[in-house]
């Protein structure tokens, strides 16, 4: 299953994406929920097979598509997860996980404008795959972290990188406003296939700038996800963006910074496009 949000007079509604169409998920089950995260933490997940077939839905061009999980208690992103980005930017590969946050005000939706902030000159752009957490996981295996797994969707970790370098902590070059576009779509583990094989690829203008799977990853999903899980209680709608591969822009020559006007598009065979605009 595909499953998006939607923006309506209600507010934020998860909704299946059924072709050029969506369906209210919520209305469809004839529940009192609203989000996709209420969605997942209510355990309705499986519920939703079928439903689009027997179900009113509107056009998905008349809808204004948010970002999958619009209220994720935690969004956690890895650093240095792919062997040729760690090398291109010089630095050592990891012996376990490089964990930083982001937070909701970073969330911007599928065909968002982004504004660079004004803190900063050198703005990058980073494909990622963002895994998205279905149940509670707490101190859990590789096995049962993967069973834990909604689904996936895609991630552009946008990196002011003058002041993510400023000090040894992250988190100042990557939460200003619009950091974190996401999306389009929230695709279920068992659609999306096998976690080491998410490709995707990102170009700035119409340029290719990274391409790579999650078959290069050094850490691997499962294994991500329970080193978290032994470090935090996981949630559902948790948003874990596993890193990002070679081809940024800080490590080309000369370095390349997003400007006003650019357009960043992420795609994916598995996972769809998110487009994003630098206002």
């Known amino acids: 299953m ?20 969506v369906v209210d998920a919520w209305d469809a089950l004839g529940g009192e929920g609203a989000t996709l995260r209420e969605l997942l933490a209510a355990g309705r997940l499986a519920d939703l097979a079928g439903v689009s ?11 204004t ?3 999958p999980i619009t209220d994720p208690e935690k969004i956690l992103c890895i650093g240095l997860n792919y062997r040729a980005h760690a090398e291109e930017t010089k630095q050592q590969i990891p012996e376990v996980p490089t ?41 859990v295996d590789a096995e049962a972290a993967l069973a834990g797994i909604a689904g996936y969707t895609l991630l552009n970790d946008l990196s002011a990188r003058d002041l993510q370098l400023a000090t040894t902590q992250w988190i100042s070059g990557k939460s200003f406003d619009g950091a974190a576009p996401c999306g389009p779509a929230l695709v279920t583990a068992d659609e999306a296939g096998a976690h080491d094989a998410l490709e995707f690829s990102l170009t700035l203008n119409g340029e290719e700038m ?17 080193h978290l899980s032994n470090l935090m209680t996981l949630e559902p ?3 874990i963006s596993t890193g990002t591969p070679s081809g940024v822009g800080i490590a080309r020559q000369p370095s390349v910074w997003l400007k006003p006007g650019d357009e960043i598009q992420i795609s994916s065979p598995q996972l769809g496009l998110l487009q994003t605009t630098i206002a």
């Open 53 to 63: 077939d027997r179900a009113e839905g509107v056009p998905l061009a008349d809808v």
């Open 2 to 21: 595909r499953l998006v949000t939607y923006e309506s007079n209600r507010g934020a509604r998860a909704a299946l994406l059924d072709g050029e169409r």
């Open 65 to 67: 598509l948010l970002p």
């Open 99 to 139: 964990v930083f946050a982001k937070f909701r005000n970073a969330l911007a939706a599928p065909g968002a404008m982004v504004e660079l902030p004004k803190a900063s000159e050198k703005v990058d752009y980073e494909a990622e795959v963002c895994i998205v957490i279905g149940k509670r996981l707490k101190e």
């Open 237 to 239: 709608g948790d948003l």
């Open 210 to 226: 990274q391409r790579s799977a999650t078959s290069d990853l050094i850490f691997k999903v499962p294994e991500l996800v329970s």
